[in-house]
């Protein structure tokens, strides 16, 4: 069964500075996609941006990208250019393509606060 | 589309009850995914249906769970009786397959269920 883990339970970020999440996940897989939710206060599930496995580019959302380690199996968020809104939980996500199904596997989550 | 719709939004309930929570996926989807958010467990998927027929329970904590889908516009998951720790708020996400590996999941808003 894959595991996805995210060591840091908060993080803070002063408004417009860039800041960067952490996602470790243990798979046997070679394909699969990864995952970053935002869950604002209003606990909507949003979708922030996601990476296929056998892409070696970085998937990069306006202020939002990844660094995607294959080999160390790493897969952290970068958020540039901090802004107030960018205040929720962050959740980590491992999706495989090897059932019928497209469930994910979620990782605890990190509480990311902006201060202005 | 209005998204993913989940009623109530809020309930609460005295131990030994029956509750029921409801889903609507997006038209056209047909994998809808029923997961539990606790502050001890994070997010755990509970039960996915595809084309109505469930094909994975194994996240169904006990017996007290369950879940339908009688149609493709509407499931329902039913916990009786209702215990203090069934406390958490329950998502219901779908997704539709489509030709290409990528399906992105749409959460709805979530059911805040407090068992007293």
């Known amino acids: 069964a894959q595991t996805v883990t995210q060591s840091q339970p908060e993080m803070s970020v002063q408004e417009a500075e860039t800041v960067t999440l952490s996602c470790t996940y243990d798979?046997?897989?070679?394909?699969?996609?990864l995952f970053w939710y935002k869950q604002p206060p209003s606990r909507q599930m949003i979708l922030v941006i996601r990476?296929?496995?056998?892409?070696?580019q970085n998937a990069t959302e306006n202020r939002f990208s990844v660094n995607f380690q294959k080999a160390a199996k790493s897969f952290s968020l970068k958020i540039s250019d901090s802004q107030l809104g960018d205040a929720a939980m962050y959740f980590c996500?491992?999706?495989?393509?090897?059932?019928?199904?497209?469930?994910?596997?979620f990782g605890g989550g990190t509480r990311l606060m902006v201060k202005p | 589309d209005a998204g993913v719709i989940q009623s109530p939004r809020h309930e609460v309930t005295e131990m030994g009850q029956e509750v029921t929570l409801r889903c609507k996926p997006i038209?056209?989807?047909?994998?809808l995914f029923w997961y539990r958010q606790t502050m001890m467990r994070g997010l755990e998927l509970l039960i996915y249906?595809?084309?109505?027929?469930?094909?994975?329970d194994s996240g169904m904590p006990e017996d007290r769970f369950s879940a339908k889908m009688p149609n493709a516009s509407f499931s329902t998951l039913k916990i009786q009786p209702s215990e203090p720790r069934d406390s958490a708020v329950y998502f219901c996400?779908?997704?539709?397959?489509?030709?290409?590996?990528?399906?992105?999941?749409?959460f709805g808003p979530g059911t805040r269920l407090t068992v007293t």
């Open positions: 249906f595809n084309n109505n027929v469930p094909i994975d």
């Open positions: 990476q296929e496995a056998y892409k070696q």
């Open positions: 996400a779908s997704s539709s397959h489509s030709g290409s590996s990528f399906s992105e999941q749409y």
């Open positions: 996500a491992y999706r495989t393509l090897y059932n019928a199904g497209n469930m994910l596997t």
């Open positions: 038209s056209g989807h047909d994998y």
């Open positions: 798979t046997s897989e070679s394909d699969y996609y």
